[in-house]
């Protein structure tokens, strides 16, 4: 069991995640990452100064397409898929503080 | 053994694509009764196997019938008429429910479907059943899904490997010729390796993404199963191509492979790829075929050597910190706002941590947390930024090898099919299963897992042939002379 990663690391990146793990998941990922990392760790632990990192496998730029209008997906088709729709539109609790 | 040889040893049959898109046309066999000879075999052994999340047998015969119409009057349907093809559940059929294998996607009907199931039913196909997969395409043996696992046809007893392992197992059962998975680090290599199919991972670019669920977007990549080297050729020529839909698509085209089919290898300079056959762990008879393999090469006029693409042994390590990098960003969008699961809060963000820790499994979670982790301040250029150094390195150390050979071989995996629950409780024990066929998702190039014998217990083995960017012809034509010169009982339906 590795000790590379403590509870309130878990439990700062779950909040970054936004996912509202319970006391055994947050033990259990503790362990678990500590123990990939430390496998991660011959990357970590290369020298590779100088080498330019790969994000992308194709040289790809931008690409645009003509500005022209063209059919898109049918709002009611979209929005029956939603949990909760008010007004043709996403209904979602709220965002900011009450008044 | 000639290097020449025109088709698969045994020609089109009456169970395999080119078989039945033949007999279609040629109006001597329908297509409503190749599919309802599937459906039927489905319902037979689908409650073993669990290969299936949703068999659209409506729709398939009704599909079957359009085609029969459309011969009877004298029209040609096209290269794939009447041909059943099962999808992973990842790729979107418009108004079909997709799951992707995850609670927090059940019952969603997608409004529109993916770009390669436009094509297959351009050309004549029938979309038979959405497949079994690890939830969001995570995993290496179909147990993360959150409907359970998938059974190998060979043995139930054992995986069908994955991610895309309910497609695997699917046509490895017969249920229909062609299957359609998604492989972002081996994830139609490693099931069609453990169940003894042909498992195609093309090059990046190669064939559109529209319309598949992403889970790692620098590495996805949806290919063909098929029970031989000429269907896998039939069914990615179908799909590959430019869309306009998806902006990393090759803007310049993908040259046929069925053409190069019978081309042979005689001349082909091929390389064994050293750190990838001799990984630890590897299973004795993993290695036989490899060298069995070698030997049905050379007989066809291959010059093979061994080569070694050094920087390959730190594919694993930085597959596992880009991946769920790029995971925990796509996977953002499952917020209970716009599809899928929503468990209320008193605010939106408790809303949005309540439903993504109630609708993700434990595979999903533990990724979207490495990655948000090797994202995150202070860990960035440590974790994410030195795996995208080593995919440098590992593009340029392939670049090297591929001056100086046409293609290169490997084991697809290590072993073949593992127990059901044997590597379930060790993420690390699981992940090293893709071993052999990340560093090809890393480097953007192609590679495809042939079956090539059975080990001491039957199960199937396979042989991986990897080529550089746009590779697939040469790849293929490998391919085919492997297939022509496997041992007996390699591949095949399992009884």
């Known amino acids: ?99 | 053994m000639t290097a020449s040889s025109p088709s698969s040893a045994t020609g089109p049959g009456v169970d395999d694509a080119i078989g039945i898109a033949r007999a279609v046309r040629a109006g001597e066999r329908t297509a409503r009764a190749v599919v309802d000879e599937r459906l039927e075999l489905i319902a037979e052994r689908d409650p073993e196997l669990h290969a299936l999340l949703l068999v659209m047998g409506d729709e398939a015969r009704a599909a079957a019938d359009a085609i029969d119409a459309r011969v009877a009057a004298g029209e040609d349907p096209g290269p794939l008429a009447g041909v059943p093809v099962v999808l992973k559940d990842n790729l979107c059929v418009r108004g079909v429910p997709t799951s992707a294998g995850s609670k927090i996607l059940d019952g969603w009907r997608p409004p529109y479907t993916a770009t390669v199931v436009d094509r297959i039913v351009d050309a004549g196909g029938i979309v038979l059943a959405k497949a079994n997969l690890d939830e969001f395409a995570m995993g290496s043996s179909t147990e993360n899904s959150a409907f359970g696992p998938t059974h190998n046809p060979h043995d139930p007893t054992r995986v069908a490997g994955g991610s895309s392992g309910g497609s695997a197992a699917s046509v490895a059962a017969g249920f229909a010729p062609l299957a359609l998975g998604s492989d972002t680090g081996g994830s139609i290599r490693q099931p069609a390796s453990l169940c003894g199919v042909v498992g195609v991972k093309p090059t990046y670019g190669a064939v559109s993404r529209y319309g598949l669920i992403a889970f790692a977007s620098s590495l996805d990549q949806i290919g063909p199963f098929a029970a031989t080297v000429a269907d896998a050729a039939l069914l990615l020529d179908v799909i590959a191509g430019h869309d306009s839909l998806d902006s990393t698509s090759i803007a310049s085209g993908v040259e046929p492979v069925t053409p190069h089919l019978g081309e042979g290898v005689d001349g082909l300079r091929i390389g064994i790829v050293q750190e990838l056959t001799e990984v630890d762990g590897i299973q004795a008879e993993v290695r036989a075929a490899v060298a069995g393999a070698v030997e049905v090469l050379t007989a066809g006029g291959a010059i093979v050597e061994t080569v070694s693409v050094p920087s390959t042994v730190y594919g694993l390590s930085a597959y596992y910190l880009i991946a769920p990098a790029e995971a925990s960003s796509n996977l953002a969008r499952y917020d209970g706002v716009r599809y899928g699961l929503r468990v209320d809060g008193e605010d939106v963000a408790e809303m949005n941590g309540r439903t993504r820790a109630a609708g993700f499994g434990p595979e999903v979670k533990r990724r979207i947390m490495l990655g948000t982790y090797a994202l995150s301040a202070g860990y960035y250029d440590a974790y994410y930024g030195q795996a995208q150094r080593v995919r440098t390195l590992i593009i340029e150390d392939f670049r090297a090898a591929y001056e100086r050979f046409d293609v290169l071989l490997s084991p697809t995996a290590p072993t073949t099919a593992f127990a059901i629950g044997a590597k379930a409780s060790d993420p690390l024990a699981m992940y090293l299963s893709d071993i052999c066929t990340i560093p090809t998702n890393l480097a953007g190039h192609a590679a495809m897992s042939v079956p090539f014998g059975v080990d001491a217990g039957g199960l199937p083995i396979g042989v991986q042939v990897l080529a550089d960017a746009l590779g697939e012809p040469t790849m293929f034509r490998v391919a085919q002379v492997l297939e022509d010169g496997a041992p007996a009982g390699s591949g095949g339906i399992a009884p």
């Open chain 1, 1 to 99: 069991m590795s000790d590379r990663i403590s509870r309130a690391d878990v439990e700062h990146v779950a909040a970054l995640a936004r996912l509202s793990l319970d006391d055994d998941e947050l033990e259990r990922l503790a362990g678990e990452l500590g123990v990939i990392l430390d496998h991660a760790e011959d990357v970590a632990a290369l020298d590779l100064t100088g080498v330019e990192p790969t994000a992308h496998p194709l040289p790809l730029v931008n690409v645009l397409r003509a500005d022209e209008v063209r059919p898109t997906l049918d709002r009611d088709e979209v929005l029956a898929a939603a949990p909760a729709v008010e007004d043709g539109r996403f209904r979602v609790p709220r965002i900011l503080d009450a008044p």
